[in-house]
Structure formats: C-alpha cells, structure tokens
C-alpha cells in the first residue's frame, strides 16, 4: 500500500514547513503499517492553474497526478492563511478537478477506492474550514474521506509561535494523527478487500 503526501505550504525547499512537521506524525504511523509512503511539496514544481491533467509544455502537474494514481492513500498537507486553504491547495484541488471523468478500463472513475485525509496548521483558527474545503472537495472528486482522517494544530487566535518552536498543542495534534492514520490504513484495507464497483455495475 502507498501513501502520498501532496504539501501545500507556500515555502520553497528547503525551507521547513510547520505543517509538514505535523504531516510527518501521521507519516510516520503508516510506515509503522507497513505503508510505503512519498512526499510531494508542490511550491517546488511548475504547476500552472488549469482543470485539466496535461496543458503541456513544462506542466509538472502530470507527474503529480501519476503519483496519485499509484497511491492508495492521499493526504494534503496544508496551512491556514487568513482561515482558508493556501493558494496552492485551491490549485491543487482545481488540477484534480480532471478526475472527475477519468475512468479505469471498467469504467470505475479513478478516484474510486482511494482514501484522503488532511492535515493543517496555522497561528489562527479556521482549520475546520480548512479541513472541509479540501475534505469536501476530495469526496466530489470521488476519494473516500474517512471519518476523523484529519488533524490539525494552531497557537489560538492572533500572532504567536509556531509549531516547531512550542510544545503548545502537540499531545492533542499528534494523537489524533496517530488516529487519522488508523482511519485511512483500515479504510483503505477495507476498500482494498471490497472495492466499490464502477457506477451502474
């Protein structure tokens, strides 16, 4: 079984990622599952706006979406900026848009049987909303979201320290990491064992 993680962070590498620190947490609990995993940090790639999987030329997007179709699990990696999903993530999500009539051999879309699950950060609430819009926005591309497949960490509201530099949060963050990995291995085992059939079947 393979897993990817998709960052969102606006940094370049190798600049560190508050949320890829948290992201390594639930990594971390899939590997211990025998789960193979990648990550993917999409500011280090040429991923021009678009709804579609190939716009040609330089688009590095392509490579990316062969990933996921190797992955049996996804999680997006991505912070809060002013309470929303970075740019980058919306991009991300607007690329995947393509799935959406993509199909296996059998007619099955590609998305079907495939699990996703996010992970956020931020010095200010809105990780909820985070969650939802990406969450939300994967259920219609046709992943499955399992329950509690998330987690997430903020200072609270207004300016403060961030991930790395307090221990603020992390028992909570990192449990529920822990648990999200769960969700997604066994949901994925399941899904794995009985597929879902493609539509009309």
Request: glycine share 12%.
């Amino acid at each position: 079984m393979k897993a990817l993680f998709l960052s969102c962070t606006l940094k370049r590498s190798p600049e560190p990622s508050n949320t890829e620190a948290l992201a390594g947490v639930v990594a971390a609990a899939l590997e211990e599952r025998g789960v193979a995993v990648e990550h993917v940090r999409l500011a280090d790639l040429n991923v021009p706006p678009g709804v579609v999987t190939d716009l040609g030329g330089d688009d590095e997007w392509p490579g990316v979406h062969e990933r996921l179709l190797e992955a049996q699990i996804l999680v997006v990696v991505s912070p809060t900026w002013l309470g929303r999903p970075s740019s980058i993530a919306q991009r991300m999500l607007e690329r995947m848009d393509a799935m959406l009539t993509e199909t296996r051999s059998d007619g099955t879309p590609v998305a079907y049987n495939r699990v996703a699950g996010v992970v956020v950060t931020g010095n200010e609430d809105g990780a909820h909303h985070v969650i939802s819009e990406i969450g939300g926005a994967l259920g219609d591309i046709g992943y499955t979201v399992p329950g509690q497949a998330w987690t997430y960490w903020n200072q609270g509201p207004g300016p403060g320290a961030e991930y790395p530099q307090t221990e603020h949060g992390h028992e909570w963050s990192h449990g529920t990491g822990r648990l999200m990995a769960h969700n997604l291995h066994a949901v994925a085992s399941a899904l794995a064992a009985h597929p879902v059939p493609a539509p009309g079947v």
